[in-house]
């Protein structure tokens, strides 16, 4: 089960007005605890690194290895990588396929103008996904990403249909390459691959096949495999969003839950997040001591988890 937004976002707020220290606004919270659901996350791997040098236990809830383990799984996928095949060198991208829906906008052309703004699809969106354009229903690929915006090379004409797609990319960390569903690839270097290459009971094979991971692009060895690569990977967290609707004559926010994104960590997390977004609400509203009674909670909760 994830950790509600709603709860933490209320139980937040409930302790910074208790004393009047301020407000935290909903798109102020939504940063902060995109930012500390990544800490958390990318906490769990130095975490599994420092257990895994101790010795284990073998008993049924208090091994740590195997509980840091659940809380990684929770983000453990899998994908086909797509081919790209170029003149300077052909590749594998990494999985685009999201759990997350695609973002879109429907836009229409303005004679002589090339640049448009996109108020569907936001420059979060647009910088981490794969993003297509079709006009009049064919594709074009003649337009770069400017924050929020998208420019053509040459405009498009008047009242031409334009269709912007951004699929999201949530992959985060490469785990097994896996050529046919059942050979694993094993991974190499530029310069490995010289020499491995030179001897012909080296040389990689289709049943020995070898890759170079580079800038989340796989070149795979031997050059003549173009297909059927797929790979496990860990995904991102979904961005944290507390989302909330204005009813008609109010003046306070209300919560939506249909459109808004809870924390994916264990719920054994929620007592950490709630610390953690204090330490930042206190930077942001200049309390130094919520800050310094957040960091204190949290350096004790790191303390006892890593002894």
Do not use: H
């Not at 997350?100 to 996904?129: E, H, K, R, W």
């Not at 961005?239 to 919560?255: R, V």
């Not at 007592?271 to 949290?298: C, E, H, K, T, W």
């Amino acid at each position: 089960m994830a950790v509600n937004v709603d709860i933490v976002y209320k139980t937040v707020l409930l302790i910074l007005n208790k004393e009047q220290r301020g407000n935290l606004s909903p798109d102020e919270f939504n940063k902060v605890a995109t930012q500390v659901q990544l800490e958390i996350f990318e906490g769990y791997f130095d975490t599994l690194n420092q257990q895994l040098r101790r010795p284990d236990n073998d008993t049924e809830y208090g091994d740590r290895i195997k509980n840091v383990d659940q809380d990684i799984s929770i983000f453990k996928t899998s994908g086909e990588c797509p081919y790209v095949s170029l003149a300077s060198g052909s590749y594998f991208n990494t999985p685009i396929i999201s759990g997350a829906s695609n973002a879109t906008a429907q836009l229409t052309g303005i004679l002589n103008v090339t640049s448009f703004q996109l108020t569907s699809i936001t420059a979060s969106q647009l910088a981490s996904g794969t993003t297509t354009v079709t006009i009049n229903g064919i594709p074009n690929n003649s337009f770069v990403i400017s924050g929020s915006s998208i420019v053509f090379t040459s405009a498009p004409a008047a009242g031409a249909v334009i269709l912007v797609t951004t699929t999201p990319s949530d992959f985060y960390r490469l785990g097994t390459v896996i050529y046919k569903n059942s050979i694993e690839a094993q991974m190499t270097s530029r310069n490995e691959i010289l020499y491995i290459s030179k001897t012909p009971l080296s040389a990689p094979s289709t049943t020995y096949p070898l890759y170079i991971y580079e800038n989340e692009r796989i070149y795979l060895y031997p050059q003549t495999i173009v297909s059927d690569i797929s790979v496990t990977y860990l995904r991102k967290p979904a961005d944290i969003s507390w989302s909330f609707t204005i009813p008609a004559g109010a003046n306070y926010y209300q919560y939506d839950p249909v459109v808004s994104q809870n924390f994916e960590l264990s719920k054994t997390e929620q007592a950490n997040i709630i610390l953690r977004i204090l330490l930042y609400s206190g930077v942001v509203i200049r309390d130094p001591q919520i800050v310094n009674m957040a960091a204190r909670q949290v350096q004790e909760e790191q303390m006892n988890s890593k002894q």
